[in-house]
């Protein structure tokens, strides 16, 4: 744990002289004060939920992947995670970023995806990727290597450069493509992908969830339990972190 997490429970439990966990949940009066105080200050920070914390006098707020706690009059905000001491340090706040980031990803489609999956796959990974990423070039040529492994990589746009620039007018085309898993392997090695931009593609859209789940960089992975994982990671080591974290009380296997 590092001093700014420590520092941050510090400054909360004296400052709200935390007794016991599950508080209430917000009235209503509550969740609307909340939502209309972020709508005021941060016009883009799209609520999804507002529920009970652990930390009597907060409450829990979620928008996409982010989590933040605040009071129920609205004044006061909270950046950070609440770790439990009593059950190994668990970062209570990071599991509820995974069921966000989850629910998501999940709510894109996977009609909104490329996929590259064997014919019986064990485990799932999501992607977010940039034609124009080295790394994430080095990923794709690894694909028929993840895929024997058992895995399926799903793919997201996220074009680092933003909108109305080359990478993302290359994407917006793969995923337009009638074949887009070939217009992406082609896209990947600088050749130029089939067919015409398409206004119903869903480039931004997955721009904006990425960001919203904080991806800063490509390629970004996201495991079936929420997990994120930023930068690259070799087949092998990307199924000892998919068997780890779907059997967490199990010792990772080798891969054969």
Not at 39 to 54: A, G, N
Not at 167 to 179: G, L, Q, R
Not at 225 to 245: H, N, R
């Amino acid at each position: 744990m590092n001093i700014r997490t420590i520092l941050s429970i510090g400054v909360l439990v004296s400052t709200l002289m935390v007794q016991g966990v599950n508080a209430a949940e917000p009235t209503a009066t509550e969740s609307n004060k909340i939502r209309d105080v972020l709508k005021q200050h941060f016009p883009e920070f799209k609520v999804d939920q507002i529920t009970s914390s652990p930390l009597k006098g907060l409450y829990q707020v979620t928008a996409g992947g982010t989590v933040l706690y605040m009071t129920g009059d609205g004044r006061y905000a909270v950046s950070g995670d609440i770790i439990d001491l009593d059950h190994g340090q668990k970062d209570i706040t990071e599991d509820f970023r995974k069921q966000a980031r989850v629910k998501a990803i999940n709510a894109i489609g996977e009609e909104n995806m490329i996929i590259f999956a064997p014919k019986n796959p064990k485990y799932t990974v999501t992607v977010f990727t940039d034609v124009d990423c080295g790394y994430c070039r080095k990923l794709q040529t690894d694909m028929p290597k993840i895929n024997e492994l058992g895995i399926a990589v799903r793919y997201l746009a996220f074009p680092r450069s933003g909108p109305n620039t080359p990478t993302f007018d290359k994407m917006v085309k793969v995923w337009c493509a009638s074949d887009k898993k070939q217009a992406l392997i082609m896209a990947n090695q600088d050749k130029a992908a089939e067919g015409k931009a398409c206004d119903s593609n869903p480039i931004m859209n997955e721009l904006q969830l990425g960001m919203s789940l904080g991806v800063s960089g490509t390629p970004t992975l996201i495991f079936a339990d929420g997990t994120m994982i930023p930068g690259y990671v070799p087949p092998d080591k990307m199924l000892k972190v998919a068997q780890q974290l779907a059997n967490p009380n199990a010792p990772a296997k080798t891969a054969q």
